[in-house]
C-alpha cells in the first residue's frame, strides 16, 4: 500500500516541461467561492431578511474597468435562500465596506451617516462665510446648547449629592434602629428573666405548702420504747400522713391514742381492695350442665 502523502515524486529522464500545453483562462472568468454574508441585507424580490454571517456558495470575479488606486474590485453572486434571486453586491475599499449592487437594500449603512455629517458641516461653514448674521446665530445657538448642558450637568451633580446625604442619613438611622433592636432585645431579656425568677419562686411556695399539707409523723405506740437494731434505720419507724390546713401544725392530741386504732389504721392503708367473685356465665344463664360419671379402672 503506497503512502497517502508522498514527499518524492519520480521524474523521468526524458521529462520536458516546455511541452506541457497551458491552460487558457479568460480574463473575466468567475470562481466559486465559500463566503459569509457581509452585511445584513433585504431581498427586493420577496422581502426576505438575510443576517450578517450567513454562509453561501458565491461566483466571484472581477469588476472590469474599476479600481481603487491599482486596488482590485470584485463582485459576489449569491441566490436568495427563500426565493433564489440573483443578489449581488461587490467590495468598496474607499470606505473597507461593501456596496448592495442589484436585487437587495442593506439595513444600516453606517458610512452613509458619516457622510452626511460631514457634508453638514462643510455647508455650515460655507454659509457663515457668506453671511455674518448666520454666523452669529449659529454662535448664539451654540452658547445656548452649551449653557443647557452645563446646566444638565450641575443639576445631576446636585442630585447625586442629595442622594449621598441621604444614604448616609439613612446609614445613621440604620445604626440607630439596631441600637433600638439591641436594647429591645436586653429588656426582653430581663423580662424573661424576672418571669423565670417569678415562676421559680411560685414553684418553690406551692411544694411548701404541699409540705405543710401533706407531712408524715411518727405514730405513737403504748407497747413502751421499742428496741433499736443497728441494722434497721431511721426510716424502720412507722409513721402516719396526716392531712390538714396549711400553715397548722398537728397537736398531738389530735392524734390516735389507742394501738387498736393505730393498727386499723395502718390495716386500712396497706390491707388490699377485696377481690370480686367471679359469676359464672352458665349459672347466671340458668344452663346446667351434666357432668360425665368417671369410668373406674378396676
Not at 185 to 197: Q, S
Amino acid at each position: 500500500m503506497s503512502e497517502r502523502k508522498v514527499l518524492n515524486k519520480y521524474i523521468p529522464p526524458d521529462f520536458d516541461p516546455s511541452l506541457i500545453p497551458r491552460r487558457r483562462i479568460p480574463k473575466n472568468s468567475q470562481q466559486v467561492v465559500r463566503l459569509m454574508a457581509p452585511f445584513s441585507m433585504r431581498c427586493n424580490t420577496c422581502g426576505e431578511y438575510i443576517y450578517k454571517g450567513k454562509k453561501f456558495n458565491a461566483r466571484k470575479e472581477t469588476v472590469e474597468g474599476e479600481d481603487y488606486y491599482g486596488i482590485k474590485i470584485f463582485r459576489f453572486y449569491i441566490k436568495c435562500t427563500l426565493c433564489s434571486a440573483e443578489i449581488t453586491f461587490k467590495t468598496d475599499p474607499k470606505n473597507t465596506d461593501y456596496i448592495a449592487e442589484h436585487g437587495i437594500s442593506r439595513n444600516f449603512e453606517p458610512w452613509r451617516d458619516e457622510k452626511a455629517v460631514e457634508e453638514d458641516r462643510i455647508a455650515k461653514l460655507e454659509e457663515e462665510e457668506n453671511n455674518p448674521m448666520k454666523a452669529l446665530e449659529n454662535r448664539t445657538t451654540d452658547s445656548k446648547r452649551e449653557m443647557d448642558i452645563l446646566d444638565a450637568l450641575q443639576d445631576i451633580r446636585s442630585r447625586n449629592a442629595r442622594h449621598e446625604r441621604i444614604g448616609t442619613a439613612l446609614a445613621d438611622e440604620d445604626g440607630g434602629l439596631e441600637r433600638i433592636v439591641r436594647l429591645k432585645g436586653a429588656e426582653e431579656e430581663e423580662e424573661e428573666d424576672e418571669e423565670m425568677r417569678q415562676k421559680r419562686l411560685e414553684e418553690e411556695e406551692d411544694e411548701k405548702l404541699v409540705r405543710e399539707v401533706f407531712s408524715k409523723i411518727p405514730a405513737p405506740s403504748t407497747a413502751g420504747p421499742s428496741r433499736s437494731t443497728p441494722e434497721a434505720g431511721p426510716s424502720s419507724e412507722p409513721t402516719i400522713t396526716v392531712k390538714r390546713k396549711a400553715g397548722a401544725l398537728p397537736d398531738q392530741d389530735d392524734l390516735p391514742r389507742s394501738t387498736a386504732s393505730s393498727a386499723a389504721v395502718a390495716s386500712k392503708a396497706v390491707e388490699p381492695p377485696p377481690k370480686r367473685k367471679k359469676t359464672e356465665l352458665a349459672a347466671s344463664l340458668g344452663i346446667k350442665i351434666k357432668k360425665k360419671p368417671v369410668k373406674s379402672l378396676v
